[in-house]
């Protein structure tokens, strides 16, 4: 059973930045492509990122290209969420999630792309 654990989540002022992991066990990260969503209070979960098994090939939403960066370390088994000039408006819970499907930027930038999710991390950027 495939199990991924957020962690990294913080309390930060405007401008500044995070590193967030995605742990996986139960099964090799390799395996799976991934993603970062996120769900802010009141609104609906979003997508942030995804990134293929390999690693080579990435996404993101508008809202955080250029700020964020997805990555990921098979042989740690996990992905990371580096985030720069964060905003106030980035404030949420974020999540990881992982399919067994090969990379698709279409289809794995949608939430019923994805069959594992994690608990969430909280990320709350004060203005």
């Known amino acids: 059973q495939l199990q991924l654990v957020e962690s990294g989540g913080a309390l930060v002022q405007a401008g500044g930045s995070l590193r967030l992991s995605c742990a996986v066990s139960?099964?090799?990260?390799?395996?799976?492509?991934m993603a970062w969503f996120r769900q802010a209070p009141g609104k609906e979960r979003e997508f942030v990122a995804a990134?293929?098994?390999?690693?080579?090939?990435?996404t993101y939403a508008d809202s955080v290209k250029g700020r964020f960066t997805v990555s990921r370390d098979n042989a740690k088994n996990t992905m990371y969420l580096q985030t720069s000039s964060l905003k106030p408006e980035d404030t949420a819970v974020y999540y990881c999630?992982?399919?067994?499907?090969?990379?698709?930027?279409?289809?794995?930038?949608?939430?019923?792309?994805?069959?594992?999710w994690g608990q969430g991390t909280q990320v709350t950027v004060s203005s």
């Open positions: 999630a992982a399919s067994q499907a090969l990379y698709n930027s279409v289809k794995h930038s949608k939430q019923n792309g994805y069959g594992y």
């Open positions: 139960g099964r090799t990260a390799s395996s799976y492509t």
């Open positions: 990134i293929s098994m390999g690693g080579g090939r990435t």
